[in-house]
């Protein structure tokens, strides 16, 4: 009798070594993931107020650069694929081909005194700004949350409760390799006022 209750003292006690640091790991790999999914939503959130800025700002230069069409075009295909972006390195692509069209009109506006002084162009520049640099920051928070997550992953004793667990690495927010080039804008045929 006493050697069959040792022997389940024996089970429990090395059932609960295993399992209470599997519990603790795979919580702590919930936990990691829900930053990550939390700091992805910031980077979503940044880009929808982006994108809620952008038809202002494009309505705002057509009044005073009405033959800057391409740019326009542009920057609402640029928008449109944003918005159907559904990876973050989808939405990192877009969202350089966004950035891009965005510096051209800036550079073209520069064309243009009366709009410069517009005051509502100058507040929702303002605001693009700001939003610029909080997309920057959301990205930034994004890939360290993204770096933790994966290390524990990759990490012993980590690797083996992601292995049983279905956890996987996530994917970095990474810029498109032509975000390394700066845009190219042609002043031809725009007269200096």
């Known amino acids: 009798m006493k050697k069959g209750l040792g022997a389940i003292i024996g089970i429990v006690v090395v059932l609960a070594i295993i399992l209470i640091p599997t519990i ?4 702590g790999f919930v936990n990691a993931e829900e930053n990550v ?8 959130n940044q880009l929808q107020r982006r994108m809620d800025l952008i038809p202002n700002l494009v309505n705002t230069v057509k009044g005073y ?16 694929r944003l918005i159907g972006a559904t990876t973050p390195e989808e939405q990192a692509n877009a969202d350089a081909e966004l950035s891009s069209a965005l510096s051209r009109l800036l550079v073209v506006s520069e064309n243009y005194p009366d709009l410069k002084a517009d005051q509502q162009f100058t507040r929702l520049m303002d605001e693009l700004a700001g939003t ?15 770096t933790t997550f994966n290390k524990k992953v990759k990490q012993f004793p980590g690797r083996l409760v992601a292995g049983i667990f279905g956890f996987e690495e996530k994917e970095y927010f990474k810029a498109d390799a032509a ?7 042609d002043f031809e045929g725009v007269e200096d006022e």
């Open 24 to 27: 603790g790991s795979y919580n």
């Open 37 to 44: 999914e939390k700091q992805y939503a910031q980077i979503e």
């Open 65 to 80: 650069a009405s033959h800057e069409e391409e740019i326009m075009t542009d920057i609402a295909e640029a928008r449109s």
């Open 132 to 146: 610029e640099n909080r997309l920057a920051v959301a990205r930034m928070d994004y890939n360290e949350e993204v």
């Open 179 to 185: 975000a390394q080039e700066a845009p190219s804008v």
